[in-house]
């Protein structure tokens, strides 16, 4: 393998971006992604009534937004105390203050807080379990509020989250006859005005107008938790046109079976689309793993794929939760040891873990403690993830799951995890894109102070969490159908707080000057693809060239680029899996660092015959983790052991992770 050309500075059309290093170059976003003829040729069109937007790029436009954000409308949420709703959220995102933390006399919020700057877009993703339950155990007006059961769910908040979630840790979970009646109407009653404020709060927000500067979804989270072990999943709608209620997982608790439901209820004969994202896949022990209950014959295995194809085309690699992009010390996936996959990690394979255990016993909330190491599941599955403990299995991270499809490919001819990549906040405040390590102010319980943040908290929360990612989305515009559409296609990109630009494309003809170039992305996509695409019929002879660049955030105070690194996976021919990092500009040491890198690589260890992908990271120089800031806001004379002690690191490398491109020998178009 090797370097054909690397470049820190190139000329976009209309815009130069400079340097190799210094102060950031003030670039409008909108200004760093020209337009492809063939693009500007086909229009968008608009799944519901709105006017079309001004903003319409023929060559895509980077967009950040937030995809998992929740609020006092969920059973576990942080933002019960602060009183946040959707409203709030969307208010929040688009850079209005909001009622938040400190709690005064009066038990209401005493403080506010605003966004550093506006998001894009965003999904707000209460659960879809519970609304009802949660509803009849907090209007004194319910049937069921004086229950014995709702009763136990107001002794505190974090009992009444044990007590809903003892429901969707089982494998066969169904509703509480005492709260719902036999037949659980009750509660599907009661959820549906919540439900109807959730979409209520979407289409408000939603700007329709011609300049199109939000976006807002109908969304909820699907929140299988079998075995303590994370199954969930964001369910995000096209437009307006959504079904009466959620489909949760007490409905469906396989994710075939989730989409199957689905399909029911939101039919595209009639206008209603969706797609599901999973994550937390950190914290799965292996239940991410494709053909979960049921017969593993080759057309189920195919039915499966191609479903999961169709309705799932990308995943979380980050949020507050942690890392989802790889571990070390997979026997099963030969590669070198990457420290990068250690930042914000919350699973280390071989690491003794000490977890807290917590269990209803009539209506008290028990807590003990156990410890395990952490092992590799094998071909099992495992439990307890959402504590940070159990297994660790290859689906449970990208890099080495996305192998796995690769595997599977080979075996059925389909790939049944063929995901594209974005990040989130995950938070339970109310706050979306509230990534700043500088002010992070909590996202779920338990995290409302400095001193609070700060030690060990509910499953991976306090000092083991961190401020969460954001998506990013190369659209032709701000709409719900452009950005849609984009999800669907994978050309999308996460990030693990800053608002990093990065473009990768590749293709089999690309020169090797394409950096000085200032028609690099329409060359881009019309020599080859962009992220989320198949390099398909290798050309006799060739080997695939990568196109990689980024630009640092343009933000106040951010940290410049350090290193573009290529991340390839691939099967041998005895279908062992691999995985390499590859740096392709700028260098692991730490320097001055950079306002944009690029670079044109050449895979010159390229084998025809063996399928593989690849995807672009991009790494800042260190910066202050969040918990530094906060051991600054404590008197030194109070701070915990971890402000001194070492036990936590105090410097961070922020990332950018771009949908992978695959290779698929032999595969159609």
């Known amino acids: 393998m090797r370097t054909v050309s690397v470049c820190a500075a190139f000329t976009f059309a209309?815009?130069?971006?400079?340097?190799?290093?210094?102060?950031?170059?003030?670039?409008?976003?909108?200004?760093?992604?020209?337009?492809?003829?063939?693009?500007?040729?086909?229009?968008?069109?608009?799944?519901?009534?709105?006017?079309?937007?001004?903003?319409?790029t023929p060559l895509r436009k980077p967009l950040f937004g937030d995809l998992h954000v929740h609020t006092s409308f969920s059973f576990d949420a942080a933002a019960n105390t602060t009183g946040g709703t959707p409203v709030d959220a969307h208010n929040f995102a688009r850079g209005e203050a909001i009622p938040f933390w400190p709690i005064g006399p009066d038990g209401n919020p005493a403080g506010t807080f605003r966004i550093d700057r506006p998001l894009d877009f965003l999904a707000v993703t209460d659960h879809g379990e519970f609304l009802g339950e949660r509803a009849?155990?907090?209007?004194?007006?319910?049937?069921?509020?004086?229950?014995?059961?709702?009763?136990?769910?107001?002794?505190?908040?974090r009992q009444g989250m044990m007590m809903m979630a003892a429901v969707i840790t089982t494998e066969t979970p169904s509703r509480i006859p005492e709260l719902c009646g036999e037949d659980g109407q009750l509660c599907r009653d009661y959820a549906k005005p919540p439900w109807q404020k959730i979409v209520r709060a979407a289409e408000e927000a939603y700007d329709r107008s011609e300049r199109c500067e939000f976006t807002s979804f109908v969304a909820y989270e699907y929140t299988g938790t079998p075995g303590t072990s994370n199954y969930h999943r964001n369910v995000i709608f096209r437009n307006g046109n959504v079904p009466e209620l959620p489909v949760s997982y007490i409905d469906a608790p396989i994710d075939s079976k989730l989409w199957a439901a689905l399909d029911e209820v939101c039919r595209e004969d009639d206008g209603c689309d969706y797609l599901t994202i999973p994550h937390n896949s950190n914290l799965a022990n292996g239940r991410m793993a494709p053909y979960m209950a049921m017969e593993r014959t080759l057309d189920n295995k195919r039915a499966y794929a191609n479903q999961r194809l169709r309705r799932e085309p990308i995943m979380e690699i980050f949020q507050h939760k942690g890392g989802s992009e790889c571990v070390n010390g997979l026997s099963s996936v030969l590669a070198a040891p990457d420290e990068?996959?250690?930042?914000?990690?919350?699973?280390?394979?071989?690491?003794?873990?000490?977890?807290?255990?917590?269990?209803?016993?009539?209506?008290?909330?028990?807590?003990?403690?156990?410890?395990?190491?952490?092992?590799?599941?094998?071909?099992?599955?495992?439990?307890?993830?959402?504590?940070?403990?159990?297994?660790?299995?290859?689906?449970?991270f990208i890099r080495s799951g996305l192998l796995v499809g690769l595997t599977e490919e080979r075996a059925i001819g389909v790939n049944p995890i063929k995901l594209g990549m974005i990040a989130a906040t995950d938070t339970h405040a109310a706050t979306p894109g509230a990534v700043l390590e500088s002010d992070w102010r909590g996202a779920v319980s338990?995290?409302?102070?400095?001193?609070?943040?700060?030690?060990?908290?509910?499953?991976?929360?306090?000092?083991?969490?961190?401020?969460?990612?954001?998506?990013?989305?190369?659209?032709?515009?701000?709409?719900?159908?452009?950005?849609?559409d984009a999800m669907k296609r994978k050309e999308v990109f996460g990030t693990s707080g800053p608002r990093i630009v990065p473009r990768f494309f590749g293709g089999w003809e690309y020169d090797d000057d394409l950096c000085e170039n200032p028609t690099l992305v329409e060359q881009g996509y019309q020599a080859g693809v962009p992220m989320g695409g198949d390099l398909t019929v290798a050309p006799t002879g060739a080997s695939p060239i990568f196109v990689a660049y980024a630009a640092r955030d343009p933000g106040e105070n951010s940290t410049p680029l350090q290193q573009l690194q290529l991340v390839k996976g691939w099967i041998d021919g005895d279908g062992q899996m691999h995985n390499t990092v590859i740096t392709i500009a700028g260098a692991p040491a730490v320097g001055t660092g950079h306002d944009t890198l690029c670079s044109v690589y050449r895979d010159e260890s390229f084998d025809r015959d063996q399928s593989a992908y690849y995807y672009l990271r991009v790494v800042e120089n260190p910066s202050a983790r969040w918990s530094v800031y906060d051991c600054q806001r404590i008197a030194e004379s109070e701070r915990p052991a971890v402000c001194s002690d070492g036990s936590y690191p105090s410097t961070i490398q922020e990332m950018a992770w771009t949908s992978p491109i695959w290779y698929r020998p032999g595969a159609n178009p």
Not at 20 to 28: A, F, H, I, L, Y
Request: hydrophobic letters at 30%.
């Open 446 to 484: 338990g995290e409302a102070t400095p001193q609070e943040r700060l030690q060990p908290g509910l499953l991976t929360s306090g000092i083991d969490g961190n401020p969460g990612g954001l998506a990013g989305i190369w659209a032709v515009e701000n709409s719900r159908d452009a950005i849609f």
């Open 340 to 396: 990068l996959c250690d930042v914000e990690a919350v699973r280390v394979m071989g690491r003794s873990e000490t977890y807290v255990t917590r269990i209803i016993e009539g209506s008290q909330l028990v807590t003990g403690e156990a410890t395990e190491t952490t092992v590799s599941c094998g071909d099992g599955i495992g439990s307890n993830g959402m504590l940070g403990a159990g297994c660790i299995h290859e689906t449970d």
């Open 14 to 56: 209309l815009v130069t971006l400079n340097g190799c290093s210094g102060e950031p170059t003030d670039v409008p976003q909108s200004d760093i992604a020209p337009a492809s003829v063939a693009l500007a040729e086909h229009p968008i069109v608009y799944s519901e009534p709105r006017e079309p937007c001004l903003d319409y």
């Open 136 to 157: 009849l155990c907090r209007d004194p007006d319910s049937p069921r509020y004086d229950s014995a059961f709702c009763q136990g769910t107001r002794v505190s908040e």
